[in-house]
C-alpha cells in the first residue's frame, strides 16, 4: 500500500458522535486526499490537501472536516456523524503535480448506527 | 451527465478469455487517463496511466484512448483467475492552479472463472 497505513481500520459509532479517521504516509508526498467508497457510487473526493494546512473541498464534503498539521499526517472528522456517512474511507497520497499516480491506502469500514 | 460513464457489469468470462473494459468520458480538457484494479476489501491499486490519446501496454494489460470517441479501453489478454477484481477507470481535473483531482467511473466487476 505504498507506505500509506489508515488507523483505525474498523468502526462502530452511533449517531451524533464525532469522529476522526488518520492517514499516515511515509512517502513525503505533497497531495493527500480523503474519498469514500459506497456501491451505486464508486470513489467520490471528500477533501484534499496541497500542502501543510492547505486544504480544499471535493466533490462530497458537507459534514466533513479536515486538517493536515504534517506532511505525513492527514485527519479526517465527521463533526457529528449521520448514518449516510456509513462508508469505506479510503486515504490516498500523490507526489505529482499532475495527478496520475495516486496510491491508495487500506480503507477503513465506518458503521454509523 | 457523470464525467466519467463505466459499465458496472458484472463481466464474467472464462479463463484464457480477452477481456475489454470501456469508459467514457464528457470533457475533454484534461489529460490523463487510468486504470485502477480494486480486490475485495482492499484499496484500489494503480494499473496503468496513458496520457492523451493512443494505446499503452504492460505485460497482458493494454490501456488505450481514442479521443475522437471520448472512449477508455482496458484490455487483458489470457485472463486468469487472479484478475477477478473490480477495475476503476478515472481521469485526472485541473482543480485551479497545479492541483489536480481524480473523477473515477463506477467500476466494473468482472470473474474469470477457471
Not at chain 1, 479517521?21 to 511515509?26: A, D, E, F, G, N
Not at chain 2, 501496454?57 to 477477478?84: H, M
Request: charged share 20%; proline share 4%.
Amino acid at each position: 500500500d505504498a507506505g500509506i497505513t489508515q488507523s483505525p481500520r474498523h468502526k462502530v459509532t452511533e449517531t451524533g458522535t464525532p469522529v476522526t479517521l488518520r492517514c499516515h504516509q511515509t512517502e513525503n508526498h505533497r497531495y493527500m486526499y480523503w474519498y469514500r467508497q459506497d456501491p451505486g457510487h464508486g470513489l467520490r473526493l471528500i477533501h484534499y490537501s496541497y500542502g501543510v494546512k492547505d486544504t480544499d473541498k471535493g466533490e462530497v464534503s458537507d459534514g466533513y472536516s479536515v486538517s493536515r498539521s504534517k506532511t505525513e499526517d492527514f485527519l479526517l472528522t465527521l463533526e457529528s456523524a449521520t448514518s449516510s456517512q456509513t462508508s469505506v474511507y479510503f486515504c490516498a497520497i500523490s507526489a505529482a503535480t499532475s495527478g496520475e499516480t495516486q496510491y491508495f491506502g487500506p480503507g477503513t469500514r465506518l458503521l454509523v448506527l | 451527465q457523470k464525467e466519467v460513464e463505466q459499465d458496472p457489469g458484472p463481466l464474467s468470462v472464462p479463463e484464457g478469455a480477452i477481456v475489454s473494459l470501456n469508459c467514457t468520458y464528457s470533457n475533454s480538457a484534461f489529460q490523463y487517463f487510468m486504470w485502477y484494479r480494486q480486490y475485495s476489501r482492499k484499496g484500489p491499486e494503480l494499473l496503468m496511466y496513458t496520457y492523451s490519446s493512443g494505446n499503452k501496454e504492460d505485460g497482458r494489460f493494454t490501456a488505450q484512448v481514442d479521443k475522437s470517441s471520448k472512449y477508455i479501453s482496458l484490455f487483458i489478454r489470457d485472463s486468469q483467475p487472479s484478475d477477478s477484481a473490480t477495475y476503476l477507470c478515472a481521469r485526472n481535473t485541473n482543480s485551479g492552479g497545479s492541483n489536480y483531482k481524480l473523477t473515477f467511473g463506477k467500476g466494473t466487476l468482472l470473474t474469470v472463472n477457471p
